[in-house]
Structure formats: C-alpha cells, structure tokens
C-alpha cells in the first residue's frame, strides 16, 4: 500500500518553529495535491492546509488553507525534492498534536477544493508535535 512519509516533529518550545516534511518512496508527489491534516488528543481530525499540484494545468502550485489556520502556517513544495513542507510558526501549546499528510484523492481540477480528510487518501503515521515549556 502506497503511503506518504511524514518526518520534522519534535518537543519544542512555545514562540518556535517547526518544518514538518512530507516525502513518498512509491510514487511521485510533484503529481497530486498533498494535504496536512492534524488530530489532537480528545480532537477531531483538522484540515490545516493544501497545496496543489503543478501538473493540474497551470504550471504551478497553489497554497490554501483551512479556516482555523491563521498566518502561522505555510506549506510549500520543492519539486527538484519530491517533498511538500508544513511550516509552523510561533508555535502555542494548543498546536500540540499528531501531523499527518495525505494525497487528493480527486482529479486535479477539483483538488484543493476542500481540506476534508475524506477526500484524501495514502496516509501517512504521522509525525508528532508538542509544544511544551
């Protein structure tokens, strides 16, 4: 079963930064949207952000996020690596959780449409984050 690899969580301490990556060895990201998703203790599963792909047409990528994300996220992706990031900025206890990324599971030219993790699929384990002083 193809999956994604996520990898950059840590104990950190809030008012840090964190870069989580998010790689596959089976297949070729720089082809699908890629999503990152988070699920807290006690939590639902949150949309945080997705990024679509530079084969949907246009030639490049597009960032969106999801409506509880503030400022302090960033996702990014470098081709020439294969490899989408999840930048997080000035992070606050309340960040604390499992990351996950996942690929759009739906044609290109609807991808990114919403950050529903229903429409994703090949998860990865996750990478975790805590936020501690």
């Known amino acids: 079963q193809v999956q994604l690899v996520e990898s950059g969580g840590g104990l950190v301490q809030p008012g840090q930064s964190l870069r989580l990556s998010c790689a596959a060895s089976q297949f070729t990201l720089k082809y699908y949207a890629i999503g990152w998703f988070r699920q807290a203790p006690g939590k639902e599963r949150e949309g945080l952000s997705c990024?679509?792909?530079?084969?949907?047409?246009?030639?490049?990528?597009?960032?969106f996020y999801g409506d509880s994300v503030k400022d302090r996220f960033t996702t990014s992706r470098d081709s020439a690596k294969d490899t989408v990031y999840l930048e997080i900025n000035n992070l606050k206890f309340e960040d604390t959780a499992i990351y996950y990324c996942?690929?759009?599971?739906?044609?290109?030219?609807?991808?990114?449409?919403?950050?529903?993790?229903?429409?994703?699929?090949?998860w990865g384990q996750g990478t975790q984050v805590t936020v501690s002083s």
């Open positions: 996942a690929a759009d599971r739906r044609p290109l030219e609807f991808s990114c449409s919403s950050i529903r993790g229903e429409e994703f699929g090949s």
């Open positions: 990024i679509s792909s530079p084969s949907d047409g246009t030639g490049s990528s597009k960032a």
